[in-house]
């Protein structure tokens, strides 16, 4: 184990503080560890068998955005699971598409839908080795 040194600025120090504080941890190196544990998981995906959340929320009245989530995902029936669609407003929808497969088809889906223009409000994909 190694001791470093961090600066970071008052507001993110806050802001940390409130979240360690929401979270209910009071050990700052174990709350900044995870932190760059999970920063470093997304920066580099894991590579081989996976399995891997795909988050999409969208407007469903914006252009055919429903209808372009689907046909990706009819392409990849071989590694998609299960599809969950959540609506959350009036307007606004949630696709939580559940991946099991090689790394590769992942991000072939996740570059497919992240490509979608219209619509897409927020987009996220988790990823673990199994």
């Not at 940390?16 to 050990?27: D, F, Q, R, V």
């Not at 009819?74 to 699971?81: A, F, L, Q, T």
């Not at 299960?82 to 991000?107: M, N, P, Q, R, Y």
């Not at 619509?119 to 990823?127: D, I, L, P």
Request: with cysteine; glycine share 4%; aromatic share 6%.
């Amino acid at each position: 184990m190694r001791r470093i040194t961090i600066t970071i600025d008052d507001e993110l120090y806050r802001a940390m503080e409130e979240a360690m504080a929401k979270l209910g941890e009071a050990n700052r190196s174990r709350f900044i560890a995870s932190a760059i544990s999970s920063y470093l998981a997304e920066a580099s995906p894991p590579e081989g068998r996976v399995f891997a959340l795909i988050i999409v929320v969208f407007d469903h009245e914006v252009g055919e955005v429903d209808k372009e989530i689907t046909s990706i995902q009819h392409e990849y029936r071989d590694v998609i699971r299960v599809s969950t669609h959540i609506h959350l407003t009036e307007d606004l929808c949630a696709e939580v598409i559940h991946v099991v497969g090689d790394s590769s088809k992942v991000k072939e889906i996740a570059n497919r839908l992240s490509r979608i223009e219209r619509g897409v409000k927020y987009f996220k994909v988790v990823t673990t080795l199994f």
